[in-house]
């Protein structure tokens, strides 16, 4: 965050729908700036792709093993759901690159479909991402969603990374877990929230009071803006609220994700969601 910050019908997901970066009416969903948004979504790592092959919505197209990474799944009585191709570790290593921490294993999968924002839960937290691209930042944010148990992350289908590679592998399972609804435009989707009871408070260092002073309410929408820039103006008088982090030390900023989770527990200890 910069200085400028401060389930019925309700699916899991988090990738293109049907309407629907760096790697290394209804809305479409995580279009890529790489490749076709209708192509596979690419998963690494342990938590990554043993998360995927437990969700039954996820459907896996190929998977890629080392000998070792098969003999772990065996011995942990996980299903690999397809037929896996044994190879050797360089071999994973030239689909992704040298610096991709793969632990043997690869996936090509479906993307998950997005929801309709009009399908949000009534109750709990809901993240909103303001043009975060990063996808360390956004998969980091989204492993912490998982943690606090937030209902969905609404993001815009543009100036957002695609749900795959690096931002898969640094969410560490959570998109399996937490549903990403994916809109074209921020400020009219945070309007229909408003209008469908939620409260929506924007984080940014020109917020009229610290979060944890804010009386808050369920449903709550916490709105997030990208590192640099912060919230967009739209955005912000878009919000039925703007809080700023105050912090005590001589440093006033945090980065995004880990904004987010300090966001994330000021907001589960005041709505009594912690226990």
Not at 41 to 70: C, S
Not at 156 to 183: D, F, I, Q, Y
Request: glycine residues 10%; hydrophobic residues 40%; charged residues 20%.
């Amino acid at each position: 965050m910069s200085d400028r910050e401060r389930n019925p019908k309700f699916r899991r997901g988090g990738g293109k729908g049907p309407d629907r970066g760096r790697e290394t009416g209804r809305r479409p969903a995580w279009r890529g700036r790489e490749g076709s948004p209708d192509g596979p979504v690419i998963l690494y790592g342990w938590h990554a792709v043993t998360a995927a092959l437990a969700n039954p919505q996820r459907r896996i197209r190929k998977l890629m093993l080392t000998e070792n990474a098969a003999r772990r799944l065996a011995e942990e009585n996980i299903s690999s759901r397809v037929t896996p191709e044994i190879v050797r570790p360089n071999l994973i290593d030239q689909r992704l690159g040298p610096d991709a921490v793969h632990q043997g294993l690869l996936a090509e999968a479906d993307p998950l479909p997005s929801p309709d924002i009009d399908t949000l839960p009534q109750a709990g937290i809901v993240l909103v991402l303001d043009q975060i691209t990063d996808p360390h930042n956004v998969g980091a944010i989204l492993r912490s969603a998982a943690a606090f148990g937030v209902k969905a992350i609404v993001t815009t289908a543009r100036h957002s990374p695609e749900a795959t590679g690096v931002l898969a592998k640094s969410a560490s399972g959570a998109l399996e877990l937490v549903p990403l609804v994916t809109v074209q435009n921020l400020a009219r989707a945070l309007h229909q929230m408003n209008e469908q009871g939620f409260m929506t408070v924007g984080l940014d260092s020109q917020g009229s009071e610290d979060l944890g002073n804010v009386v808050l309410r369920q449903p709550l929408a916490l709105v997030l803006g990208a590192e640099g820039k912060g919230l967009r103006q739209l955005t912000r008088e878009t919000c039925s609220a703007v809080a700023r982090l105050d912090l005590p030390g001589e440093i006033k900023s945090l980065n995004v994700s880990n904004a987010a989770v300090l966001a994330l527990y000021i907001g589960a200890s005041r709505l009594g969601l912690m226990g």
